[in-house]
T-cell receptor, first 113, second 113 residues
Framework: DGGITQSPKYLFRKEGQNVTLSCEQN?????MYWYRQDPGQGLRLIYY???????QKGDIAEGYSVSREKKESFPLTVTSAQKNPTAFYLC????????????FGEGSWLTVV | DQQVKQNSPSLSVQEGRISILNCDYT??????FLWYKKYPAEGPTFLIS?????DKNEDGRFTVFLNKSAKHLSLHIVPSQPGDSAVYFC????????????FGSGTQLTVLP
């Protein structure tokens, strides 16, 4: 079945460490996105990529980095510069033929200890 | 500055009755609106959408109404079922290649048996 796979589902990180969240999709979608969800704040866009080897900052990109070396993969690195990294992270993708409908992965919980 | 607002963080409805979830927006450039449903620790799933050229879209028990002059949309669920209990996000997008969505903060719907 086609879909978006995020891993790990749960991750604990010590302060000062970088951590990378994986996102893989087999939907043949061109565009991929990373969102962060905090209680009462909805979903905020971190980074997005419309094509391979290209990506743009979203609304809250500081402290994060991404890469898009393959169409299927869009990993997100939460760096030590991110001041409040504990959150629920969602990866998503859209097709160029139906860019209005965004498909989400199951999410990854990151907790900084 | 929140461009998409869901002013009710929570809503409780009796099973079988109508649930009405509201969403207001400020950006007149938005031309496409979507509703997503989210269960805890899962990614949001697409529910229903509406283009700005319409004022109503219906899909089974779900109907979305758009009032462009008031910059307001609402999601009606009739009849409400306990399985509808979830967080509902309103989202909007502007014309453009990225089709980035702006999400509201969500409304927790609880359908009481």
């Amino acid at each position: 079945d086609g879909g978006i796979t995020q891993s790990p589902k749960y991750l604990f990180r010590k302060e000062g460490q970088n951590v990378t969240l994986s996102c893989e999709q087999n939907l043949n979608h061109d565009a991929m996105y990373w969102y962060r969800q905090d209680p009462g704040q909805g979903l905020r866009l971190i980074y997005y990529s419309q094509i391979v080897n290209d990506f743009q900052k979203g609304d809250i990109a500081e402290g994060y980095s991404v890469s898009r070396e393959k169409k299927e993969s869009f990993p997100l690195t939460v760096t030590s510069a991110q001041k409040n990294p504990t959150a629920f992270y969602l990866c998503a993708s859209t097709s160029r033929f139906d860019s209005n409908t965004i498909y989400f992965g199951e999410g990854s919980w990151l907790t900084v200890v | 500055d929140q461009q998409v607002k869901q002013n009710s963080p929570s809503l409780s409805v009796q099973e079988g009755r109508i649930s009405i979830l509201n969403c207001d927006y400020t950006n007149s450039m938005f031309d496409y609106f979507l509703w997503y449903k989210k269960y805890p620790a899962e990614g949001p799933t697409f529910l229903i959408s509406i283009s700005s050229i319409k004022d109503k879209n219906e899909d089974g028990r779900f109907t979305v109404f758009l009032n462009k002059s008031a910059k307001h949309l609402s999601l009606h669920i009739v009849p409400s079922q306990p399985g509808d209990s979830a967080v509902y996000f309103c989202a909007a997008s502007v014309p453009g290649s990225a089709r980035q969505l702006t999400f509201g903060s969500g409304t927790q719907l609880t359908v009481l048996p």
